[in-house]
C-alpha cells in the first residue's frame, strides 16, 4: 500500500524530470551545403567574333559543400530566440554562358559565405521530442570566386575572371527535431533553406557581374542549456 500512494509522487518527479531544461543557450551545428545553381550576368563582354555583348547570361554550377555554425539564445518554452553566426563553403566545377550563344567550360570556383542571423523557433510540442520550425533574416558576406577560360576564348588558359565580395540581405526557413540527450543537452537535426538574394560585383577586368546564391541545407548539432 505504501508503494502504491507513493507512486503518483514517483510518476510526477519523473515526468518533471523529463521536461527540458528552459533558459539561455549556446548551440553548435555542422552542416552539409546542396546550394542551387547559380544564375549570373557578366556586362560588358566581347564574344566570338570580336561581338560586343552587353549582358551574358551564366548558369554556375555549385557543388555540395559544407558548413558550420555557433548560435546564442533563450528558451522561453515553446518559443526559442537566438542570434547565430555561420560559415558554408561550396566549390564550383563548370559554368555555362545561356545568352546569347551557349557553350560550357570547366572552372576552379567558390562560394563562401559568412551569415550573421536572428532566428526565431517554435517547438510544436513540449517534453522529449520535439519537433520544430523557425525563421530567420540577417545579413550574408558571400565571395565569388572563379578561374576559367572566357567563353570568347574556351582553349585559352584558365585565369582568374572574378574576385569578389558583398554583403546582402538574407533570410533562411527551417524545419527540424530536436531529442533529449540530457536535460540540459539536446541533439537538433534540420532541414533549412537558405536564399542570400542577389550578389553584385566586380569581375577582373572592372565590368559588373551578379550572382543568385540560394539552396538546401542539412544541419546537425547540439544545444547547451545554462
Known amino acids: 500500500m505504501a508503494a502504491l500512494a ?35 550576368t557578366v556586362e560588358n563582354v566581347i564574344g566570338p567574333g570580336g561581338v560586343a555583348i552587353p549582358t551574358l547570361v551564366t548558369d554556375n554550377e555549385v557543388d555540395n559543400g559544407w558548413g558550420a555554425s555557433v548560435a546564442f539564445g533563450r528558451d522561453f518554452g515553446r518559443v526559442r530566440a537566438e542570434v547565430e553566426v555561420g560559415y558554408s563553403e561550396n566549390d564550383a566545377s563548370s559554368y555555362s554562358v545561356a545568352s546569347p550563344f551557349v557553350i560550357t567550360l570547366p572552372q576552379d570556383g567558390r562560394n563562401d559565405i559568412t551569415r550573421y542571423m536572428g532566428n526565431v523557433y517554435f517547438d510544436i510540442t513540449s517534453g522529449g521530442i520535439q519537433p520544430y520550425v523557425g525563421a530567420g533574416l540577417g545579413a550574408a558576406r558571400v565571395e565569388v570566386v572563379t578561374v576559367a577560360t572566357v567563353a570568347a576564348a574556351p582553349t585559352a588558359p584558365p585565369r582568374r575572371l572574378i574576385d569578389d565580395a558583398d554583403t ?24 533549412r533553406w537558405f536564399d542570400a538574394d542577389l550578389v553584385r560585383g566586380l569581375d577582373a577586368r572592372g565590368e559588373a557581374f551578379t550572382r543568385t546564391i540560394e539552396g538546401h541545407n542539412i544541419d546537425v548539432g547540439l544545444r547547451f542549456t545554462f
Open 168 to 191: 546582402v540581405f538574407a533570410y533562411q526557413l527551417m524545419a527540424g527535431v530536436s531529442a533529449p540527450i540530457t536535460r540540459r543537452l539536446r541533439l537538433n537535426a534540420q532541414y
Open 6 to 40: 507513493a507512486w503518483p509522487g514517483v510518476a510526477a518527479a519523473q515526468e518533471q524530470s523529463a521536461e527540458p531544461e528552459k533558459g539561455w543557450y549556446v548551440s553548435a551545428t555542422g552542416t552539409f551545403s546542396l546550394l542551387e545553381d547559380s544564375v549570373g
